[in-house]
């Protein structure tokens, strides 16, 4: 079974920065890709960010590019978003889900996904 747990969220001013993490559990994170993305109160999940099994290729919502940087260690078995300057739409439950199937690219779509987190809610406040 195929386990991913988020964790890093909490409060945060606008224009600060968090650091989410996503530990894998049940696999070799190493031939996933993964993908974070997020659902704010009263709107539809949306796609943040994705990154290739290797890391060697990464995907970004254009919403978050610039401020928002995805990586991963694959020996820790964990992949990262580092958030930084931060808005107030940021504000929702951050998920990340791995890619069973490929790995060597990674795609902004949630159907893409096998795998689930529970999420971690991040909210910044105004």
């Known amino acids: 079974q195929w386990q991913l747990v988020e964790s890093g969220g909490g409060l945060v001013q606008p224009g600060g920065s968090l650091r989410l993490s996503c530990a894998a559990s049940?696999?070799?994170?190493?031939?996933?890709?993964i993908g974070w993305f997020r659902q704010a109160p009263g709107k539809e999940r949306e796609a943040v960010s994705c990154i290739s099994s290797s890391g060697s290729s990464t995907n970004y919502a254009d919403s978050v590019k610039g401020r928002f940087t995805i990586s991963r260690d694959n020996a820790k078995n964990t992949v990262y978003l580092q958030m930084n300057s931060l808005k107030p739409e940021d504000t929702a439950i951050y998920y990340c889900a791995a890619d069973a199937f490929i790995g060597s690219f990674c795609r902004l779509v949630s159907g893409a996904m096998d795998y689930w987190g529970k999420g971690t809610l991040v909210t910044v406040s105004s």
């Open positions: 049940g696999f070799t994170l190493n031939y996933a890709a």
